[in-house]
């Protein structure tokens, strides 16, 4: 134990003022100290025969057990502070200043208090009081290290887990990574057969072909795999357990302040080539999944609306499905709706499934496709009709680059009226804003234009092998991209049309030639645009 330091305590005080002196005895203890030698019985020991050598008068014991010296809930310690101010002592004795306040600050806003009604506040194995000003002084300055020995603490307890991640142990904390159990006494994760077959089991499934997160989580809860929780699995942990490097063998420990991570070995549960896989098939289907649920509408362009005549647009809704009292979803439904519906006078034009229209259409593609005559003459037909429209695109192309240039040089003009004071900041923010708004929609524009002159590029480059074209699409009509199928919709399809009552029409670009006899077909040809022939398909509801 601290050898106490009576010399200081001199009779200066007493012999200063007339009247005894009243102190209060503080004494406290946490819990994890009460095994050690700070017990409560041995600083009030202490404490007593201190204020009888000084001529003391006790005035009450205040003894806080149990509790940290962090936390400002401690009942005895407000008693005293209480007892304070109504004036009952005139001096506070502690064993030491840790156990009257850890945190610096607390520690001098009390003192601070205290010396407000005229108490003041002695320790015993530290050489001040605070009735002078060099003690005072010390307290702040004790009150420092203190904060200080606790913050080299803390440094010190986080320097010893790196010192142990060092030597190859498992510092998680908590439970341990799913997959493994956690071996106490040699600081070890060791796989945990059970879990690791179901680990196995996820990273095998997501590498067959056309699996997903979302297949992989269904599977494994239907064969009854619960999480450590008895829940069911959520895509989000098998995202997880399929990103996890540990699954490898390598597990990172990564304190905050740590220049760079740890690397600690532990038994791995599937091939470092595996999970590599796992990486790049996460990545492609990332990108697949976005792709599709934008730009895989098939009919974009080329739909219109039964009712008002204007174009449809796409767009997915979240929806809830009801069967026989459950209920399925939310999930993601995709949709054709009629642009006239946004108007005020809304076009009552009923959103249209995607997944419906779509393969109506396309097989009635697939049906033209099969007979070669026509899918010549569509071609045939079309690149009659790009002819003059290629240059009158790439005459559109220089107008709205004239439009971008004037846009810039608005700019300017609108930046020098701003730096000369004429127009106010927000007059020129948002004239900038509706600028950059124009020339934003100027260049969507103009790359639509260049695609649709590269895709007229396409076709004339089809035309010089027609023969090997045709033959080509009828092979592999079925096994086509949905870049490809849409090529073709291009070239085969003018408008199909969606009315209300579930009737489709498909006007393709090719005369039908095998409906119509003889002379008929000819009168056509002389025609000098084509003449759109209708297939009508019947959906019963969308
Ligand atoms: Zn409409």
């Given amino acids: 134990m601290t050898k106490l330091i009576f010399a200081l305590n001199d009779k200066i005080n007493t012999g200063e003022r007339e009247k005894k002196m009243k102190c209060a005895i503080y004494a406290r203890v946490s819990t994890e100290e009460q095994a050690k030698n700070y017990s409560i019985p041995a600083q009030l020991d202490l404490l007593r025969s201190f204020a009888q050598a000084n001529e003391y008068e006790v005035f009450k014991e205040y003894i806080d057990e149990g509790v940290s010296g962090t936390t400002a809930d401690r009942p005895q310690l407000g008693e005293l502070l209480d007892d304070a101010r109504t004036g009952m002592f005139n001096v506070v004795l502690v064993y030491r200043i840790d156990r009257f306040f850890r945190n610096t600050r607390l520690l001098l806003v009390t003192v601070e208090e205290l010396k407000k009604f005229s108490v003041s506040f002695k320790s015993l194995t530290e050489p001040f009081d605070t009735s002078n000003p060099m003690g005072e002084f010390m307290v702040s300055l004790l009150g420092c290290v203190a904060q200080l020995e606790r913050d080299t603490f803390i440094e010190r307890s986080r320097m010893g887990t790196i010192k142990s991640v060092k030597e190859g142990h498992y510092m998680g904390g908590g439970r341990p990574l799913y997959g493994y159990t956690y071996d106490k006494e040699s600081k070890t994760l060791e796989i945990n057969d059970k879990e690791a077959k179901l680990v196995r089991l996820i990273y095998q499934r997501y590498l067959e072909p056309y699996s997903s997160l979302k297949k992989v989580n269904d599977k494994i809860n239907d064969l009854g795999y619960r999480t450590r929780k008895g829940t069911k699995w959520h895509t989000g942990s098998i995202h997880d357990i399929l990103t996890n490097t540990s699954y490898y063998g390598k597990w990172y420990y990564n304190p905050n302040h740590y220049p760079e991570p740890i690397e600690v070995d532990i038994p791995a549960i599937v091939a470092k080539e595996k999970y590599d896989k796992a990486q790049k098939v996460l990545q492609q289907r990332k990108i697949y999944a976005k792709r599709n649920n934008k730009y895989n509408y098939l009919l974009l362009g080329v739909l219109r609306c039964g009712i008002c005549g204007r174009s449809m647009s796409a767009s997915t809704k979240q929806c809830v499905k009801k069967k026989g009292g459950k209920e399925y979803g939310p999930y993601l439904q995709q949709y054709y709706y009629c642009f006239g519906r946004m108007l005020k006078k809304g076009c009552p034009m009923r959103w249209v499934r995607k997944d419906r229209l779509d393969p109506l259409v396309w097989n ?146 090719v005369p039908q030639v095998d409906s119509q006899p003889g002379g008929k077909g000819e009168s056509h040809e002389k025609q000098p645009t084509c003449f759109p022939s209708i297939a009508q398909l019947r959906h019963i509801s969308w």
């Fill in 364 to 509: 009635k593609i697939k049906e033209i496709v099969k007979n070669p005559a026509l899918i010549r003459k569509a071609i045939v037909e079309k690149e009659k009709r790009s002819g003059p429209t290629n240059a009158a695109l790439k005459e559109d192309i220089k107008g709205i680059d004239k439009k971008i240039k004037d846009c810039e040089s608005e700019r300017q003009k609108i930046l020098r009226v701003y730096r000369k004071g004429i127009i106010g900041e927000s007059d020129f923010v948002n004239q900038i804003k509706e600028l950059q708004e124009e020339k934003d929609a100027l260049n969507q524009q103009r790359k639509e234009i260049e695609l649709r002159i590269e895709s007229q590029v396409y076709i004339e480059d089809s035309l010089k092998s027609l023969e090997n074209f045709v033959r080509e699409l009828q092979e592999r009509i079925d096994n086509l991209n949905f870049e490809e199928r849409r090529e073709l919709i291009k070239l085969l399809v003018r408008r199909v049309i969606v009315k209300e009552d579930g009737v489709v029409d498909v006007e393709v670009i």
